[in-house]
């Protein structure tokens, strides 16, 4: 078995031992993928770390440990274009709002299909939902744009410090500043509680707002 064992320091007791065995896992893929650049103690406390991010608001827990290997990927990526250890040099958009689960998906999703691998973007919230916003899910489907495959999740230190754009929706005060990053506020609707209809306007007024950021970055749209 070439399983990293699990730092006693990260250990977490109120696991299953599937759960145990899963983040084992998830562990030995992040050391495979992060070999040189960050040790088993980082990798490991950005995991476990990650894994509580979620466990007090999941309502299905046997994709937990999924989640917290995918969001602990995205970290340690930030990190390592933090710490000067990775020079990709493509530019980083975060889009942030206040429970990740409509608006910042939305715009996400049309900057992940519009950029392409020219540009990264991620998405986090202040508060975190426990899922997508459906209709703001059915809204980009008409589009043809899926975004099922993402996840509510919050912003972390080193996910703001490696963006180079930051995109607030309507989180107020509680959006994080650091120097030398670019701040645009979009004034948008939260699509909470509203219907299709009323969904539209405003994933259409979110594409057009993408399309003229993906302009100025000089990164013409696919």
């Known amino acids: 078995m070439s399983d990293i064992p699990l730092a006693p320091t990260h250990t977490r007791h109120d696991l299953t031992i599937d759960q145990q065995l899963a983040l084992k896992t998830a562990a030995t893929h992040l050391q ?15 995991l476990h770390s990650s894994y509580g991010q979620f466990a007090g608001r999941a309502t299905v827990i046997n994709y937990l440990p999924l989640l917290a290997e995918r969001f602990a990927r995205q970290r340690l990526h930030a990190l390592a274009r933090v710490e000067g250890k990775a020079h990709t040099g493509t530019p980083t958009v975060l889009f942030l709002c206040t429970h990740n689960a409509g608006r910042s998906q939305m715009a996400l999703g049309f900057f992940t299909h519009l950029a392409g691998n020219r540009a990264v973007a991620w998405s986090g919230g202040r508060e975190p939902g426990e899922e997508i916003n459906s209709v703001a899910v059915e ?49 948008l609707d939260d699509p909470a509680e509203l219907d299709l209809t009323a969904v539209r306007p405003i994933r259409d007024e979110i594409e057009t707002r993408v399309r003229h950021l993906l302009a100025e970055l000089d990164l013409p749209a696919n």
């Not at 650049?37 to 406390?45: K, Q």
């Not at 230190?157 to 929706?169: K, L, S």
Request: charged fraction near 30%; hydrophobic fraction near 40%.
């Open 139 to 187: 809204a980009m489907a008409e589009v043809g744009i899926d975004i099922t495959g993402e996840f509510p999740k919050p912003w972390t230190e080193e996910i703001i410090q490696a963006a180079d754009v930051v995109i607030t929706m309507g989180c107020g005060d509680a959006c994080p500043l650091y120097p030398g990053r670019r701040y645009e506020e979009w004034d």
């Open 32 to 46: 495979r993928e992060f070999d040189g650049t960050f040790g088993v103690e980082t990798i490991e406390r950005f």
